[in-house]
Each structure stands twice: as C-alpha cells, then as structure tokens.
C-alpha cells in the first residue's frame, strides 16, 4: 500500500511541479507583455510630442518673422519720421543688419524645434525597440517554461518508473 501511495506521490509531484513551471512562465509573459505594451504607448507619446516640436516651431518661426516685419516697419517710420531717407547708407546697413538677424532669428526656433523632435523620435524609437526586446523576454520565458515543465515530467515519470520496478 505505501509503495502505491509513493507511486502517486510522484506522479501528482511531476504533475504539479509542470504545472506551477507553465505558470510561472505564463506569468513572466503576461508581465513582458504589459511592459511591452506600455512601451509601445510610450513610442506614440514621444511620436505625437516630436510632431508637436515640429508643430510649435513652425508657429513660433511665423510669429518671430512677424516680428521682424514688425521691427523693419517701424525703424522705417522712425526714419521716415525723421526725414531720413532709408534707402541708403547708414539706414539701409541698419535695415539689412535687422532683417539678417531677424531670419537667423527664426531659423535658430526653426532649427530648435527640429532638434527637438529629433529627441521624441530617438525616444520613440528606443521604446519600440525595449518592447520588441520585452516581447522576446516574455516569448523566451514561455518557451523555458514549457521546457522545464516537461523535463519535470520526464523526471517524475523516470523516478515512478523507478519505485514500480522496484515494487515488483
């Protein structure tokens, strides 16, 4: 009767040792997953942020060369104003120089908004690739998981194998 009891001892061990292997495996997967995913939800976050620099820059580009237009006009009326005539000399250098600076001006908000949305795409790009890794990890885990569980099964079933030939 003991040996019984031994043989069924070591079956339900083999069987329960596969089955907690499976899901622990299940679970190390179902954990890369969701790390995955909130991965990939980042990837869009940095995608849709990168959009926006580039978005921003644009604006903030047509408002600084609203600006200088701005500037330009009223050093013109200023010397106007004066009875300067602007189109020439001293006044025409002073309208060039402005108009130079004001354009480097905004191309400095066009070029930091680019560098900028270079940095969200960088971003988003490492966050696809964590989640394409944590999928892996996740994929791996399942997999060693059932391998695991079925050498606990081949394990068990030699040890009953085992204990039955001794029986007899």
């Known amino acids: 009767m003991c040996e019984v009891i031994s043989l069924i001892a070591g079956i339900a061990s083999a069987g329960i040792g596969a089955a907690g292997q499976m ?3 299940q679970a190390q997967k179902d954990a890369a997953d969701y790390q995955a995913a909130v991965d ?3 990837a869009i976050l940095s995608q849709r942020q990168a959009r926006d620099a580039v978005e921003r820059g644009q604006a903030d580009q047509q408002t600084q060369m609203r600006k ?3 500037a330009e006009g009223r050093a ?4 106007a104003s ?3 005539e602007g189109n020439f000399g001293s006044p025409l250098e002073v309208m060039g120089d402005m108009a130079q600076f004001g354009a480097l001006d905004a ?3 066009g070029v930091n908004s680019e560098r900028e949305a270079a940095q ?6 490492n966050s696809n690739a964590s989640a394409t890794l944590k999928q892996q990890q996740g994929n791996n885990a399942q997999a060693a ?3 695991g569980a079925m050498g606990s099964l081949i394990s068990g079933a030699g040890s009953v194998a085992s204990n039955w030939y001794k029986m007899k």
């Open 40 to 42: 990939r939800n980042n």
């Open 145 to 147: 998981a059932g391998i």
């Open 68 to 70: 200088n237009a701005d």
């Open 107 to 109: 191309k400095t908000i």
């Open 76 to 79: 013109r009326a200023s010397y």
């Open 23 to 25: 899901q622990q495996g």
């Open 82 to 84: 004066r009875g300067i």
């Open 120 to 125: 969200y795409e960088a971003q988003a790009m």
